[in-house]
């Protein structure tokens, strides 16, 4: 099977980015061709460089608005001509014009079980909710932050005296599982957004999102 060109934006660490360089070095039909990050320390760099990957830096702070960050985002990303663009950990809020460019070929992985805790701090969030349930999802990029139709959700337990990290770390072992299977259903032709707005996967479209639970039983 030929492979999805992708670019990958990163702000941070780059776990999930190593989770997809990881499968990609082993069976996931996907090329990242560029890892672009706005923060010029982020470590996620590091490891695109230790896998042989392009990486760029376009930091924000250079930029007198978001609308003109945006658009060299674009540009830049755009030399690549990547087939999807995977937003991981890549803590910018982005203009709709933007978005719009990239309807239906970029994914976000945000961890919650959305559309519960959008935004930032969401461990602590559920901590305080009392929640017994949290987790991480996988969704398309449209205007709507961190409100784009849902692909895949895992789901952990919250547990007795979680701290916040404890709950991070239950949570990012499952992003790890579910960003690369989201790309691997794209890459595949399995995965779409449609034009009503709707994720098609397998030739219908989801009801509710995919648990990561059903998918391996
Ligand atoms: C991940 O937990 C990801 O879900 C989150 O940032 C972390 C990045 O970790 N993303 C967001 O909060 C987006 N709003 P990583 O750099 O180790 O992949």
């Not at 398309?140 to 895992?154: H, K, R, S, Y």
């Amino acid at each position: 099977m030929s492979r999805l060109p992708v670019v990958v934006l990163i702000s941070g660490g780059g776990t999930n980015l190593q989770a997809i360089l990881d499968e990609a070095k082993a069976d996931l039909p996907v090329e990242i061709r560029a890892v672009i990050s706005n923060q010029p320390n982020a470590y996620g760099l590091q490891r695109a460089q230790q896998a042989g990957v392009a990486t760029a830096v376009l930091d924000h702070r250079e930029f007198d608005s978001r609308e003109q960050f945006d658009q060299a985002l674009a540009d830049l990303i755009d030399q690549y001509q990547p087939g999807l663009v995977l937003l991981a950990g890549f803590m910018r809020i982005l203009t709709p014009e933007f978005v719009r460019h990239y309807r239906g070929r970029m994914l976000n992985i945000h961890p919650s079980l959305l559309p519960k805790f959008q935004g930032l701090h969401t461990h602590q969030r559920a901590l305080e909710a009392s929640e017994k349930e949290h987790g991480a999802s996988i969704h398309f990029v449209t205007e709507e932050l961190d409100g784009g139709p849902l692909i895949l959700q895992a789901r952990v337990p919250v547990l007795p005296g979680d701290s916040a990290e404890e709950l991070a770390a239950r949570v990012l072992e499952k992003e790890h599982q579910i960003y690369p299977l989201a790309v691997r259903w794209f890459a595949e032709g399995r995965l779409a957004l449609n034009d009503a707005g709707q994720v098609v996967l397998d030739g219908k479209p989801l009801s509710a999102p995919m648990d990561l639970a059903q998918v391996d039983s």
